[in-house]
């Protein structure tokens, strides 16, 4: 738990460090959108081996409490360029494989998003893309691996300042044909295991628009 709280308190101080900087880049006119946020992250499938076994065995990743940050900085119209970073602990355990709990799926992305407006003032919709990495890792080791988003989601303001953003997202990472596994003590190793593991996120955060 303190770990996890020294994760999103160092998130936190870095976004708003970045968004003071893009503020000061972006031109006066136009609002940038900083958005901390708690998420609840699913699926993805992984393998792990035991010693002596044949071959990685498919597991699922077990459902659970994921954090991040969104940062929107426009580019021109309804368009923003949009960076994303979202992090999972999770644990995972399969038949005959003892329950392994420090495993963490990190993804940093970056891309474009759309505002689509609607009758209500208050409230838009949004259509994102976005590219990068995907970083699993367990037992102090890791492997990255190419990624993908897409997703939608609704902005409600408040006001001009303070609003709240949600947002649902399939997250993609391309794994190739697998390979790189990392060690998670007791004999077992993780990897990548197929050619794509796939996840899905809804998230909720407090969105402040600079």
Known sequence: MIERLRHVLTLTGVLYFAVGVLC???PSAQAVDLVPFVG????????????????PMSVTLDAAASYGGVIDVPLSGPRSIEFYYSRQQTTLGSPGVAQIHDVTMSVLHIGL???YATDNP?????????FGATQLTAAGSDETKPSIGLGGGVIWMANDHIG?????RAL????GNGGGAIACGGGCSISFHG???????ASVGLLVRF
Request: overall charge negative; cysteine-free.
């Open 164 to 168: 709240i953003r949600g947002d649902l």
């Open 24 to 26: 000061l880049a972006s």
């Open 113 to 115: 998003v759309d505002a």
């Open 172 to 175: 993609l990472t391309f794994s």
């Open 122 to 130: 208050q409230l838009t919709w949004l259509l994102a893309g976005t």
């Open 195 to 201: 050619s794509l593991v796939a996840q899905g996120e």
């Open 40 to 55: 609840f992250r699913f699926g993805g499938d992984v393998g792990t081996t035991t010693q002596g076994a044949q071959g």
